[in-house]
């Protein structure tokens, strides 16, 4: 080893520890985006069952209005089941598209949601989230 290099520029020790604090950070935001991309498309899937299942629950009705009630009943009392999903921020709506089929649209606003929140510099899908659900009527 010459003599007039310093000694700590050869000593090798430190750098495990300089190559963790370069890559850490890094890991640390990708972990952080997976989590927070995961909880938008679990929250679009819960809205897409939660339509399905109100949609399933109106069959039992025997008029519009009737089925109407059903689907929000279903909808008032089993949204706060769902992981991130507020019950306040739910818009229902029914309509009947064809003399044989009866809809049920639920309308979500995800913009309450974390993810929304921390990482509002990066494109995240549009926070309005509206799933239907169509069902047959009875007796055709």
Known sequence: MPHHIPRWILDRRGATAVE???????????????????AV????NGIQQLVAEAARASVAGLSDPERAQLAQ?????????????????????????TATSF????RYDMSGLFAYRMLS???????AVARSAVVQRGGF
Not at 103 to 106: A, C, G, H, K, S
Not at 121 to 127: E, F, H, Q, T, Y
């Open 121 to 127: 510099g990066l494109p995240l899908p549009s926070p």
């Open 103 to 106: 809809q049920v649209t639920v």
């Open 41 to 44: 498309i679990g929250v679009d």
């Open 73 to 97: 009943a279903f909808v008032s009392a089993n949204a706060a089941s769902y992981p991130f999903i507020d019950p306040t921020r739910i818009a229902l709506s029914t309509s009947d598209p």
């Open 20 to 38: 963790f604090a370069l890559v850490m950070p890094i890991l640390v935001m990708l972990l952080f985006g997976i989590v927070a991309f995961g």
